[in-house]
Nanobody, 120 residues
Framework: VQLVESGGGLVQAGGSLRLSCAAS????????MGWYRQAPGKQRELVAG???????NYAESVKGRFTISRDNAKNTVYLQMNSLKPEDTAVYYC???????????????WGQGTQVTISS
């Protein structure tokens, strides 16, 4: 099972980006899917998360600017990022709790990360 992110890049402050993360492989179900980020010299932090049932949560710093959504049929989670700021610059990582079979537990799975750079 792997998570593959896409959509990162370089944009000016005030701009928008949309990140995508698709899970592939042997998947029975996916519970939680979320986005984390890590800026140089800082710890990895939660940006936004979403449960299969539709509940979501956001870091205070991105509330009102970022929106997480998911397509359960495609095992994909998205992060729409608007009104981007230079402090949003970081490597963004996709994270998911994935169950491979009916009899296995959920595994914490991470993507390889995608760079988001916001210029001032």
């Amino acid at each position: 099972v792997q998570l593959v992110e896409s959509g990162g890049g370089l944009v000016q402050a005030g701009g928008s980006l949309r990140l995508s993360c698709a899970a592939s492989g042997s998947i029975f179900s996916i519970n939680y899917m979320g986005w984390y980020r890590q800026a140089p010299g800082k710890q990895r932090e939660l940006v936004a998360g979403s449960t299969r049932g539709g509940s979501s949560n956001y870091a205070e710093s991105v509330k009102g600017r970022f929106t997480i959504s998911r397509d359960n049929a495609k095992n994909t989670v998205y992060l729409q990022m608007n009104s981007l700021k230079p402090e949003d610059t970081a490597v963004y990582y996709c994270n998911a709790l994935i169950r491979r079979t009916l009899t296995t537990g959920y595994s914490d799975t991470w993507g390889q990360g995608t760079q988001v750079t916001i210029s001032s």
